[in-house]
């Protein structure tokens, strides 16, 4: 093994250091981040975390129906904010990764 191999070696350990603090970041990132959706004018609300966790669910007393179609009415609401949530998660996903990894200057990747 030769000084270049030594040094190419140190270089990957930086990298690979460098590779777990950002995942570590990642994690509380992820956890730290909440995104908020509704559907039907209000009537479902939703709130979830950036690991795409629901955290919170409510539904407004109104959006409860007597009859079969409030109740498939209701699940579909339930479904787009959730689904919403999910989109927004992933858009508050991605703008944290970008952010980080523009402060890494890793060659092939600036």
């Known amino acids: 093994m030769n000084f270049s191999d030594l040094k190419d070696l140190g270089k990957m350990k930086e990298m690979m250091s460098q590779a777990k603090q950002m995942q570590e970041q990642m994690e509380q990132k992820l956890s730290a981040t909440t995104v908020e959706a509704e559907a039907g004018g209000g009537m479902v609300h939703v709130r979830m975390n950036g690991r795409k966790e629901l955290l919170q669910l409510r539904i407004e007393p109104t959006a409860m129906g007597s ?37 890494l200057n890793l060659p092939g990747l600036t």
């Open 67 to 103: 009859n079969a179609s409030d109740i498939e009415l209701l699940e579909d609401l339930i479904v787009s904010a959730v689904n919403e949530a999910g989109r927004r998660a992933d858009e508050a996903i991605k703008s944290s990764v970008s952010g980080m990894m523009s402060g």
